[in-house]
C-alpha cells in the first residue's frame, strides 16, 4: 500500500506566494499520476493541477498562470510540489493531494488521498 505525506501551505496575503508538497511511497514498481484538488468551506472539492507520470501538465481555469506543479520521481518515491502565486483570497481552502496508482500486472488501481493542508490568503 503506497503511503502519502503532504507538507506546505500556511497564510499569506493576497499577492503573495506559497507552496505545498506531497510524496508517495511506491507500492512495488506502481507508477502514479499526481493531482491537487482543494476545497473551500461549504464548497465541493474542485481539481486544480495534475501532473502526469510521464510530466504533462493540467490547471483548473482559475490557476493557471499563477499556479505551477512539478515532480521528481525516485525509485522508491515520487515527489511533487505545487508552487503558487499572485494568491486571491479565493484561493483559500484545504489542499489535498491525490495519487492515482496505475493497473498494471503489480499493481491494482487505486486512489490515495491525502489529509490536506491549509492555504489562506487574507486582504
Known amino acids: 500500500q503506497a503511503q502519502m505525506v503532504e507538507s506546505g501551505g500556511g497564510s499569506v496575503q493576497a499577492g503573495g506566494s506559497l507552496s505545498v508538497s506531497c510524496s508517495v511511497s511506491r507500492y512495488r514498481n506502481c507508477r502514479y499520476d499526481m493531482s491537487w484538488h482543494r476545497q473551500a468551506p461549504g464548497k465541493a472539492r474542485e481539481f486544480v493541477s495534475s501532473i502526469a507520470d510521464e510530466g504533462a501538465t493540467t490547471y483548473a481555469d482559475s490557476v493557471k498562470g499563477r499556479f505551477a506543479i512539478s515532480q521528481n520521481n525516485a525509485e522508491n518515491t515520487v515527489f511533487i510540489e505545487m508552487k503558487m502565486y499572485n494568491l486571491k483570497l479565493e484561493d483559500t481552502a484545504i489542499y489535498i493531494c491525490?495519487?492515482?496508482?496505475?493497473?498494471?500486472?503489480?499493481?491494482?488501481?487505486?486512489?490515495?488521498w491525502g489529509q490536506g493542508t491549509q492555504v489562506t490568503v487574507s486582504s
Open positions: 491525490k495519487a492515482y496508482q496505475r493497473p498494471s500486472f503489480w499493481c491494482p488501481s487505486a486512489n490515495i
